[in-house]
């Protein structure tokens, strides 16, 4: 008996000691985190119709651009804190005096129909834009005169005519288009909405099947990134109210670019997360400073227009608080390159008031300002037909009203606006918006040399040196701290001289479903760059 007992503790011992492994075992793999599998579909709402699928089309609306997000890629991209990412291009040198950009391409680089992205590709892209029949006149122009040249399948050489520490960013603009499919075909065809059915792209995705309402894009099995997802649905809605009810409901997984009302609506809603970012867009008023114009002659004019837009309550009302002040040239999403130290002037009715007193410009009894017999009144032009702009400018007329400065709003076709008004500077006042992507080089914009016809320097402003060496230091140097203390003194001399009045910079908010992990946003992106880590995502996951 004490025999059996004892042979009987000898054989627990080694199971109880098993048992306890197991637990351990089994306690770590329940630990363990998550680990994603590839499978599942994403479906997004984009309220609109989906139209022309073609990166190099200069007509593309903004659910186009987001659907080439996923089709096409550029050779890199430049983050909101001025770091480079390479994508098509896994290396590059630059030369000594960086007007040589020599790439070399991904060897695993392919086209989704399993062709090697190669530099003919590239090449082929570049002279497209370049061509004179071309239709984009804007990202045309940033390409002038920069020699694109194959020195071999896997590497290509851009040339400058000078030095351009945003050439980077140029380039981030710029999907690679394949030329042995589109090789042959006019410029028309290549850059016009003809690329409406399958395009052939080196993204992440391709697509699947296109329908009234829908685009179904599949993994992309020659893709060099390898998405967890298998399909990436972009389904369409007439309103945004109907895309959130689709979200509400499951059915979709996710709704971009939301309302102040949609922002409220999915904040209550516990099986989505809403993400807000900075964008690099600005809105501002712009100063015809012609000596024929002559109310803005006088800083102290501009500056007490400045002084009397409340920009925050602009953003209030006309926004439903999508955005944030903007205060001068540099978006503050470009971080590394905003000065907070350079201030406008702060909203402050009174002291613009007093501003036009001492400037000669005298309030009569029926409330106008009248100076040497002229009264300071003038026409504010703007565009039309995307909103809020107009809502905007009426906005800014309203507040200049209290301070006996008579704005009458011109509202203008976009097309009309840029031909009629800007390019032959026959304009007072314009409300304009720009996008100045992730570099902070606005040199097209701002530098005397820019102010003929057809250039982006709109102001006609008198040369002034210190602005323009400020301008020309801030692209000729790749050091960003080099580049940050340029553009710090272009700043402060911007918010000295008041050239243009910067109102706002919209925000972008995206609601996604809690099912989609390994989501994530740069802290400021263009809205298409809410798919910049979509390779990351996933729905299926084990231990």
Same mark, same amino acid.
């Given at each position: 008996m004490i025999r059996r007992a004892l042979l009987a503790a000898g054989v627990g011992v080694p199971l109880l000691a098993l048992l306890a492994l197991l637990t351990i075992v089994l306690r770590g793999v329940l630990d363990a985190p998550e680990s994603p599998r590839r499978g599942g579909t994403y479906t997004e709402g984009l309220v609109g119709s989906l139209t022309a699928l073609n990166p190099l089309y200069p007509g593309l609306d903004a659910n186009g651009h987001?659907?080439?997000?996923?089709?096409?890629?550029?050779?890199?991209?430049?983050?909101?804190?001025?770091?480079?990412?390479? $994508?098509?291009?896994?290396?590059?040198?630059?030369?000594?005096?960086?007007?040589?950009? &020599?790439? *070399?391409?991904?060897?695993n680089a392919r086209w989704s129909d399993g062709s090697p992205v190669t530099a003919t590709d590239v090449v082929f892209t570049i002279r497209t834009i370049q061509d004179p029949q071309y239709p984009g006149t804007v990202l045309g122009a940033s390409w002038k005169d920069i020699v694109a040249t194959e020195l071999d399948p896997e590497r290509v050489r851009f040339t400058l005519p000078g030095r351009n520490a945003s050439f980077m960013a140029t380039l981030g603009q710029l999907d690679i288009v394949?030329? +042995?499919?589109?090789?042959?075909?006019?410029?028309?065809?290549?850059?016009?909405?003809?690329?409406?059915?399958?395009?052939?792209?080196?993204?992440?995705?391709?697509?699947?099947?296109?329908?009234?309402?829908?685009?179904?894009?599949?993994?992309?099995?020659?893709?060099?990134?390898?998405?967890?997802?298998?399909?990436?649905?972009?389904?369409?809605?007439?309103?945004?109210?109907?895309?959130? +009810?689709?979200?509400?409901?499951?059915?979709?997984?996710?709704?971009?670019? $939301? *309302?102040?009302?949609?922002?409220?609506?999915?904040?209550r809603n516990r099986q989505v997360t809403v993400q807000t970012r900075a964008t690099y867009q600005y809105t501002e008023l712009i100063f015809n400073l012609k000596p024929e114009v002559v109310f803005f002659q006088d800083r102290q004019v501009r500056r007490a227009i400045a002084m009397a837009i409340d920009r925050k309550a602009l953003i209030a009302q006309v926004l439903d608080g999508q955005g944030?002040? /903007? &205060?001068? %040239?540099?978006?503050?999403?470009?971080?590394?390159?905003?000065?907070?130290?350079?201030?406008?002037?702060?909203?402050?009715?009174?002291? /613009?008031?007093?501003? $036009?007193? *001492?400037?000669?410009?005298?309030?009569?009894?029926?409330?106008?300002?009248?100076?040497?017999?002229?009264?300071?009144?003038?026409? $504010?032009v703007v565009s039309g037909d995307l909103p809020p702009y107009r809502a905007a400018a009426q906005k800014v007329a309203d507040d200049l009203a209290q301070i006996g400065v008579d704005v009458t709003v011109q509202p203008e076709p976009t097309a009309v606006l840029i031909h009629d008004a800007l390019n032959p500077r026959t304009f007072q006042m314009a409300l304009t918006a720009f996008d100045n992507g992730p570099d902070p080089d606005v040199f097209p914009f701002w530098h005397s040399t820019q102010a003929? %016809?057809?250039?982006?320097?709109?102001?006609?402003?008198?040369?002034?040196?210190?602005?323009?060496?400020?301008?020309?230091?801030?692209?000729?140097s790749l050091d960003l701290p080099t580049r940050a203390k340029a553009y710090a003194d272009l700043q402060e001399l911007f918010a000295e001289?008041?050239?243009?009045?910067?109102?706002?910079?919209?925000?972008? *908010?995206?609601?996604?479903?809690?099912?989609? +992990?390994? +989501?994530?946003?740069? %802290?400021?992106?263009?809205?298409?760059?809410?798919?910049?880590?979509?390779?990351q995502w996933y729905i299926e996951a084990g231990r």
């Open positions: 987001d659907a080439d997000a996923l089709l096409f890629e550029p050779l890199v991209r430049v983050g909101p804190r001025g770091n480079v990412i390479g $994508l098509l291009s896994s290396r590059w040198e630059i030369s000594q005096d960086q007007r040589s950009y &020599v790439f *070399s391409l991904r060897s394949p030329a +042995h499919l589109l090789a042959g075909k006019t410029v028309v065809d290549v850059a016009g909405p003809g690329l409406t059915g399958q395009p052939i792209g080196s993204g992440p995705f391709q697509i699947s099947q296109r329908l009234a309402d829908r685009i179904v894009l599949q993994r992309n099995p020659f893709t060099w990134r390898r998405p967890w997802i298998d399909t990436i649905v972009l389904e369409s809605f007439s309103t945004e109210a109907a895309a959130l +009810h689709a979200l509400d409901l499951g059915q979709i997984d996710g709704v971009s670019g $939301l *309302s102040a009302v949609g922002m409220a609506r999915e904040s944030r002040p /903007a &205060v001068g %040239p540099i978006p503050q999403a470009i971080t590394w390159a905003y000065d907070a130290a350079a201030s406008p002037p702060a909203y402050d009715p009174t002291g /613009a008031a007093k501003l $036009l007193e *001492s400037a000669g410009w005298l309030r009569q009894p029926d409330g106008t300002r009248v100076h040497a017999g002229t009264a300071l009144g003038f026409q $504010l003929h %016809p057809g250039g982006f320097n709109f102001t006609s402003m008198r040369r002034n040196v210190f602005i323009d060496k400020d301008l020309e230091d801030g692209r000729a001289e008041v050239p243009a009045v910067y109102l706002y910079s919209p925000t972008y *908010s995206i609601a996604i479903s809690n099912r989609i +992990h390994g +989501h994530q946003l740069d %802290p400021a992106l263009e809205p298409d760059e809410r798919f910049a880590h979509v390779d």
